[in-house]
T-cell receptor, first 110, second 114 residues
Framework: EDKVVQSPLSLVVHEGDTVTLNCSYEVTNFRSLLWYKQEKKAPTFLFMLTSSGIEKKSGRLSSILDKKELFSILNITATQTGDSAIYLCAANNAGNMLTFGGGTRLMVKP | EAGVAQSPRYKIIEKRQSVAFWCNPISGHATLYWYQQILGQGPKLLIQFQNNGVVDDSQLPKDRFSAERLKGVDSTLKIQPAKLEDSAVYLC????????????FGQGTRLTVV
């Protein structure tokens, strides 16, 4: 059974801090790893990673995948209160099926 | 580009009643997913369609849940009869048929069973 585990479960930081969110996976016929941000109901897409070692960057957010060790990290630098959300990672297999982790709840205090 | 549309946004029903949710995916997206997200947990896949065929429904409680996507476009998810533990947000998502592409989510339906 495919499995995705995220850590930490929750995190409280102050504005300006840097955070690192972790995602490990065990997926048969792995194709890609995706990160989503969930503020209210619908997760919104952040990154899709398919190749090991290539960092993807969008503003203050960046992510990298290690296909040998089966994990990914999401970094957020200079955090802002608007970054407060649940961050979900999901692994995509050859059948285009997404398995989600339980999420990391990030709270950024002013 | 129009997003994934879901309705209703909220629904409150009594246990043992039935309920149906509707989803219209992004135009051209062959893959459609229904997820159940219980408070404090990540989304759990209930069923995955490829066009109008079911790819995976191994986690769908088939004694009470059913889903269809008759014309390969929009889809309905039904619960009959509902239980208290079915209270959750039901998310619909769609993606292109190509492998590894991102999924786009609808706003979800928050179901409360009392």
């Amino acid at each position: 059974e495919d499995k995705v585990v995220q850590s930490p479960l929750s995190l409280v930081v102050h504005e300006g801090d840097t955070v690192t969110l972790n995602c490990s996976y065990e997926v048969t016929n792995f194709r890609s790893l995706l990160w989503y941000k969930q503020e209210k109901k619908a997760p919104t897409f952040l990154f899709m990673l398919t190749s090991s070692g290539i960092e993807k960057k969008s503003g203050r957010l960046s992510s990298i995948l290690d296909k040998k060790e089966l994990f990914s990290i999401l970094n957020i630098t200079a955090t802002q209160t608007g970054d407060s959300a649940i961050y979900l990672c999901a692994a995509n297999n050859a059948g285009n099926m997404l398995t989600f982790g339980g999420g990391t709840r990030l709270m950024v205090k002013p | 580009e129009a997003g994934v549309a879901q309705s209703p946004r909220y629904k409150i029903i009594e246990k043992r009643q039935s309920v149906a949710f509707w989803c219209n995916p992004i135009s051209g997206h062959a893959t459609l997913y229904w997820y159940q997200q219980i408070l404090g947990q990540g989304p759990k896949l209930l069923i995955q369609f490829q066009n109008n065929g079911v790819v995976d429904d191994s986690q769908l409680p088939k004694d009470r849940f059913s889903a269809e996507r008759l014309k390969g476009v929009d889809s309905t998810l039904k619960i009959q009869p509902a239980k208290l533990e079915d209270s959750a947000v039901y998310l619909c998502a769609s993606s292109l048929v190509w492998l590894g592409t991102e999924a786009f989510f609808g706003q979800g339906t928050r179901l409360t069973v009392v």
